[in-house]
């Protein structure tokens, strides 16, 4: 069965803090892992598209790196600000499964000044 | 501007009355798809389309229905909602090269809240 796991649950740091969210899955063969954010109540913002034969991605504080062979993706968010607080999803597009995003439980993540 | 854009963004409706959300796309995306949201079960997949008059079920598909009769357009029909379907909805488009996989686009989400 095609699953992603996303670690920790929930993250609280002091603003400034570089950090570090985690995503596994289960099955190397995919299109792309998309990371997403989401605030309370609201739609999904995505952040990073990285494809299948990419390593890494990066926006501005936010960089995001893929380990196929391991089914790993981490998502680098450096120097924290309150403003990022909200709940970080990790999506995957596997192969064979028409354009459909297998989605992590999501790590919400609180910022505090 | 490239967006998906739901309606309505709030919905309060009673059991059994007939709803429909709608979706609409600007990106001239082949491929669309509908997912719900709940508290401990993530975002799960209901119904997708790859193009105008190709829809499929999902991996939630009961109690639900859609239709692809434009391109642009891919709504989400709950013919008689009951209290389980309360629940966050998105709708997302994509471009489909081939069945390759691109980025996926959502809009805004739909909170719907069946009493």
């Known amino acids: 069965k095609q699953e992603v796991t996303q670690i920790p649950a929930a993250l609280s740091v002091p603003e400034g803090e570089n950090l570090v969210l985690n995503c596994s899955f289960t099955?190397?063969?995919?299109?792309?892992l998309q990371w997403f954010r989401q605030d309370p109540g609201k739609g999904l913002t995505s952040l990073l598209l990285?494809?299948?034969?990419?390593r890494e991605q990066t926006s501005g504080r936010l960089n995001a790196s893929l380990d196929k062979s391991s089914g790993r993706s981490t998502l680098y968010i450096a120097a924290s600000q309150p403003g990022d607080s909200a709940t970080y999803l990790c999506?995957?597009?596997?192969?064979?499964?028409?354009?459909?995003?297998?989605f992590g439980a999501g790590t919400r993540l609180a910022v505090h000044p | 501007e490239a967006q998906v854009t739901q309606n309505p963004r709030y919905l309060i409706t009673v059991t059994g009355k007939k709803l429909t959300v709608t979706c609409s796309q600007n990106?001239?995306?082949?491929?669309m798809s509908w997912y719900r949201q709940d508290p401990g079960l993530g975002l799960r997949q209901i119904y997708y389309?790859?193009?105008?008059?190709?829809?499929d079920k999902g991996d939630v598909p009961e109690g639900y229905k859609v239709s692809r009769k434009e391109k642009r357009n891919f709504p989400l029909i709950l013919e008689s909602p009951s209290p389980n379907q309360t629940s966050l909805y998105f709708c997302?488009?994509?471009?489909?090269?081939?069945?390759?996989?691109?980025?996926?686009?959502f809009g805004q989400g739909t909170r719907l809240t069946v009493v």
């Open positions: 997302a488009s994509s471009f489909d090269p081939g069945g390759l996989g691109t980025e996926a686009f």
């Open positions: 990285i494809q299948s034969s990419q």
């Open positions: 389309s790859m193009n105008v008059e190709v829809t």
């Open positions: 999506a995957v597009m596997f192969s064979g499964g028409y354009n459909k995003l297998i």
């Open positions: 990106m001239n995306h082949e491929y």
């Open positions: 099955d190397s063969a995919i299109y792309n």
